[in-house]
Each structure stands twice: as C-alpha cells, then as structure tokens.
C-alpha cells in the first residue's frame, strides 16, 4: 500500500531519529546521482557513503558531508571495509554488452553486483536495495534479463533482512552516453509517462523516490519485488 504523504513525512522523521548509514554503489550512473539527490533531499541518514572506482566532484557544497570509498571492483575482496557499518545499501551499478562485450557485462552486472552485497551482508547490512531491469529472469534466453533475474536469485540466498528489488522498464533519462532506446522513449514516451505509468517507460527521478520510500517501509515486509507500474503507483499515491 502507498503511504500518504503526512504518514510518509512522520515515518522519516522516526526513521531520521534512528541515525542509520547508508551506501551507494553506482553513484556515478544515472540512476546513482538521482538516488544521491532524493537521499539528501529526504536527509534521513547520519552519514552516506560512496562506493565506486573513482572518486566524484561536485559542483556545489551540498555534497561536502560525503564519504567516499575508492576500490578496486576486480579485488573487491581487499576492500571489505568499505562496506563495513552500514545499515542500509543501494546498488545501482550495471554497464551494457555494447559499451563491455557480453563476459564484461556479466562481470559488472552479476560477479561485481554479487560480491558487493556480500561484503555488505558481512558487513552489518540489513537493508539492500538493488536496481534490476523489467522482465529479469533467470532463465531467459537473452543475456541482459538472465543476467538480471540470476543476480537478484544469488542475492536473495544472502538472506537480508529486508531486500527491495526494482524492475523499471526504460528510464527515461538524459543519459551522457547515447542509448538509442532511451532516446526513442524519451521522444515518444516521455509525455505518456508524465501523465500516467506506462508498461514501457518510467521517469529516472520515480525509481529514486521509490527507493527512499521503500526505506521508509523497512520491517513491513522481507522480500519487496517492485515492479515497473507498483514503482509508478506508489511515488504518485505520495506525491
């Protein structure tokens, strides 16, 4: 059930109270820096981390209070650390086969993805919240959804206490890499889709909202399998 907007504000304001820690692991994505925006925007969380190859530069002063952790994704192992003491996690990282070659994008998309819900299961994690795709399954014959359904598969064995995973259809997004796809839907679907949820298409800015919302929520439920049109439904019903 969405959460009306008074409940909402009241539930982060107890959640606020409870000085968690977050992570973000794809921060420099698309959907990362969205999620970056709305998570300081909501500011329920004591201290938000930043887990990625590099470190990322901000324009402005809003940022200043970040904590940034630096690793190695092929030795991710030795940087257990960096995923230590946080209560809550975001993973937003994933690449594409045109832009890695099929062995590059399983490795980022499932062998990356999976080791670091691990180390952040080991690490004292009990809330993990990973972006999927619409239509992921593992036992697709297409690359990118088996891929998709086989991670959110291997994560789910961890064992979270909560995990929320979200199946968006096309973001729509003004990527700074062209996506050709994105970029039809953009066109054609973006008006649609401001007016109400489509099967095909979902604004970057609802996946964020929905992932902070779904934090809100913690402890209603173990397993929370979001959808593209439950993502729709629930940001609007709050808004």
Not at 15 to 28: E, W
Not at 88 to 105: I, S
Not at 125 to 131: A, I, P, Q, Y
């Amino acid at each position: 059930m969405p959460i009306p907007r008074m409940d909402l504000n009241a539930k982060a304001e107890i959640y606020r109270q409870k000085n968690k820690t977050c992570f973000i692991l794809g921060a420099s994505g698309e959907s990362g820096k969205v999620l970056l925006n709305e998570i300081k925007k909501s500011n329920i969380f004591s201290k938000i981390t930043l887990i990625g190859r590099r470190e990322l530069q901000f324009d402005n002063n809003t940022h200043e209070d970040l904590v940034q952790k630096v690793v190695d994704f092929e030795k991710l192992d030795e940087y257990a650390e960096a995923f230590q003491d946080h209560d809550v996690g975001y993973c937003c990282l994933g690449t594409t086969k045109a832009k890695a070659g099929a062995e590059g994008f399983v490795r980022v998309d499932h062998d990356y993805v999976l080791k670091a819900a691990e180390l952040a299961k080991a690490g004292g994690c009990s809330h993990f919240h990973l972006e999927s795709s619409k239509g992921a399954d593992k036992t697709s014959s297409f690359l990118y959804l088996k891929t998709k359904g086989q991670v959110e598969a291997d994560i789910e064995v961890l064992g979270f206490e909560c995990l929320s995973i979200y199946r968006p259809a096309v973001l729509l997004v003004d990527r700074q890499e062209s996506r050709p796809a994105e970029w039809m839907a953009r066109k054609f679907l973006g008006p649609l889709s401001s007016l109400f949820p489509t099967a095909l298409s979902i604004p970057i800015t609802s996946l964020a909202r929905a992932m902070v919302v779904n934090t809100l929520k913690e402890g209603e439920q173990k397993k929370n399998y979001c959808e593209n049109a439950k993502i729709s439904q629930g940001v609007r019903e709050t808004e």
